[in-house]
């Protein structure tokens, strides 16, 4: 039984270990070396990339990656929460409308970003046509800023956000809140008071599924951000391109992964249950 | 005296049934009127419409004297105790006895909660979670959170079934002596005859949408208005067109003279019930009558040819 079990375990550990662990453990080594002159790694040992880590100028691209990801994370659980409690609420439609929310994984994430772009720039489809309605007489500044980066996250998280969400929500007891009303609160208070504290745990899943890969994006404040927005997935792809770092990015992307993990834990801690 | 609650005509079609049908009646204030009927009968909807979480397709609910079938449940003042109690599971005890308080009670709801809570034996579990309360606890708070806020009407869904039937026979007790202390009117909804015999003033009894009769517990069972009534109250036997309950039949191995009914029957099968003896006979015609007699008296053996009587006044007619 157990031998059968090791083998049924085969896979999933081959594929842990070789493409996640062996990785790591490369990058582990890299960070603690030298920076070669044309890119690479030289000898010889040393923790001088973490040093470096706590340089004002990197500590602003960290603070600015957690205010995006945090505003985008925000942004998702505010448009989200109503539209999984639409659905929840959508009886037979139910599956339609969450094929709705999923449609978009049909095409790939980089044609979607690009199509705002085509939608964003000066000469783009939002900026020509308010121009045609003489609304405006200079195109806005739609791309390329902070607010372009948040709008494109949050397009691409969104469905993260709305299916915990809609799970929670599916499997309230609807009597509790007959019983809310029945007990004289109204309709927004019974959202207060009873629906939003009792989906906690989709609201907490949906906030770490979208935070997490928000935090380390690199393709929507590349494409959208226009390399004014730079977070620190930029930051790492930069040091192993054209900076020829390799070691400070791989201290960097390490450093990205134990603050996640901090993360995690403290809010496993803080809601005394295992999280993952 | 004006009832607090009335009922006028009141149905609620869906596309594919009617739930209930020109139902009337009217409760007194501090009464506990119970609605008792199968499953499906109507009445757990009859009891929605009051509370407001559905509204009469026709037809008037007034409470103290005024129409409420067009208010929202938060705009009535009347209160539910569900099946499944709908508690809240992320609030304490305390705080969904308090749930409904908020608004309402100031710097009297300390007062308040502590009072209910003491009524319902609650005191010292004001901390606990839904989930760390036994059934009959979880009742208990589902009780203090509506009474706390003093309804017109106290409105219970079959507030007992949930409960094992060891404690139900006690919680049944409790309930009736709570109801008693507070005062306010209950409107009850049970599947249970025994239940609705025990506790209720009055009870009304329904079928098919219909409210089919209205009276005491004694009223109900000893003169039930339709066969249905009859046999949904407890087992009756048909002999030539009548019903007689079989705790109303004696066996005897003479026919019996002074003016009581007599039939003669075969014994089929004795069972001893623990509190008395049910006795299976068969009549001559070949229909069979269950007889109710006590454990102390004669005992009939299989085969053995007997005569059934009763008084005529135990008969059960019908029109």
């Given at each position: ?28 080594g890299y960070s603690f070396l030298t920076r070669g002159v044309y890119g690479g790694i030289t000898s010889p040992w040393t923790a001088e990339s973490y040093g470096r880590l706590v340089d004002p100028i990197y500590l602003a691209i960290l603070w600015r990656s957690f205010w995006i990801a945090g505003a985008s994370t925000a942004l998702c659980l505010i ?198 | ?19 209930v049908n020109g139902v009337s009646l009217h409760l007194a204030r501090g009464e506990f009127f119970s609605l008792l009927g199968p499953s499906g009968c109507g009445k757990t909807t009859t009891l929605r419409m009051v509370a407001g979480f559905e509204e009469p397709t026709s037809g008037e609910i007034l409470l103290n004297g005024s129409r409420i079938q ?98 139900r026979k006690q919680v049944r007790a409790e309930l009736k002596a709570i109801q008693r202390r507070v005062g306010i009117t209950f409107l009850f909804v049970t599947h249970d005859q025994e239940e609705a015999l025990s506790l209720s003033d009055r009870l009304g009894v329904m079928n098919q949408g219909r409210l089919e009769q209205v009276g005491t517990p ?102």
């Amino acid at each position: 039984m157990n031998r059968l079990r090791a083998w049924f375990l085969a896979p999933t550990w081959t594929v842990v270990v070789v493409l996640f662990l062996a990785p790591l453990a490369i990058i582990l080594g890299y960070s603690f070396l030298t920076r070669g002159v044309y890119g690479g790694i030289t000898s010889p040992w040393t923790a001088e990339s973490y040093g470096r880590l706590v340089d004002p100028i990197y500590l602003a691209i960290l603070w600015r990656s957690f205010w995006i990801a945090g505003a985008s994370t925000a942004l998702c659980l505010i448009l989200g929460f109503p539209l999984a409690l639409f659905i929840s609420r959508a009886g037979p439609r139910k599956n339609f409308y969450l094929g709705l929310v999923m449609l978009p994984f049909w095409t790939s994430f980089l044609v979607r970003t690009y199509a705002w772009m085509f939608l964003l720039r000066d000469t783009g489809l939002l900026n020509t046509a308010l121009q045609k309605l003489g609304w405006i007489h200079a195109p806005l500044p739609l791309l390329y800023n902070d607010g372009a980066v948040i709008l494109g996250l949050v397009y691409g998280y969104l469905p993260f956000t709305v299916l915990p969400l809609y799970a929670t929500l599916e499997r309230l007891d609807r009597t509790l809140l007959e019983a809310a009303a029945d007990l004289g609160a109204k309709p927004w208070a019974t959202l207060a008071r009873v629906t939003i504290p009792l989906s906690a745990p989709g609201i907490r899943a949906g906030a770490i599924l979208v935070f997490i890969p928000c935090l380390g994006a690199y393709l929507t404040p590349d494409l959208l951000g226009g390399g004014k927005s730079v977070m620190i997935g930029n930051l790492i792809q930069n040091q192993f391109t054209t900076a020829r770092d390799w070691p400070f990015g791989a201290a960097v992307s390490l450093a990205l992964m134990a603050i996640v993990m901090l993360l995690l834990f403290a809010i496993a801690r803080g809601e005394g249950e295992s999280l993952l | 005296m004006e009832p607090v609650l009335e009922l006028r005509d009141v149905s609620k079609h869906y596309p594919s049934h009617h739930a209930v049908n020109g139902v009337s009646l009217h409760l007194a204030r501090g009464e506990f009127f119970s609605l008792l009927g199968p499953s499906g009968c109507g009445k757990t909807t009859t009891l929605r419409m009051v509370a407001g979480f559905e509204e009469p397709t026709s037809g008037e609910i007034l409470l103290n004297g005024s129409r409420i079938q067009h208010l929202k449940p938060y705009q009535r003042n009347v209160s539910t105790v569900f099946q499944n109690y709908a508690l809240f599971p992320h609030l304490t005890v305390r705080d969904n006895v308090e749930f409904g308080l908020r608004r309402r009670a100031g710097n009297h709801i300390d007062t308040r909660v502590r009072g209910v809570l003491d009524l319902v034996q609650l005191a010292g579990k004001e901390s606990r979670r839904p989930a760390q309360l036994s059934g009959g606890e979880r009742q208990r708070v589902a009780l203090a959170r509506s009474l706390v806020l003093e309804p017109d009407v106290l409105l219970l869904d079959e507030p007992l079934s949930a409960l094992d039937p060891n404690l139900r026979k006690q919680v049944r007790a409790e309930l009736k002596a709570i109801q008693r202390r507070v005062g306010i009117t209950f409107l009850f909804v049970t599947h249970d005859q025994e239940e609705a015999l025990s506790l209720s003033d009055r009870l009304g009894v329904m079928n098919q949408g219909r409210l089919e009769q209205v009276g005491t517990p004694e009223e109900i069972y000893l003169h039930p208005s339709t066969r249905f009534v009859a046999s949904f109250l407890g087992a009756v036997n048909w002999i030539g067109g009548v019903g007689v309950r079989p705790e109303a039949m004696r066996i005897a191995r003479e026919p019996s003279s002074n003016g009581h009914r007599s039939r003669p029957a075969t014994i089929v099968q004795s069972t001893f019930l623990g509190n008395c003896v049910h006795v299976d006979t068969r009549l001559s015609d070949g229909e069979p009558a269950v007889v109710e007699i006590s454990r102390l008296g004669e005992t009939f053996a299989p085969g053995e040819r007997v005569h059934l009587w009763w008084e005529p006044a135990d008969e059960l007619l019908f029109e």
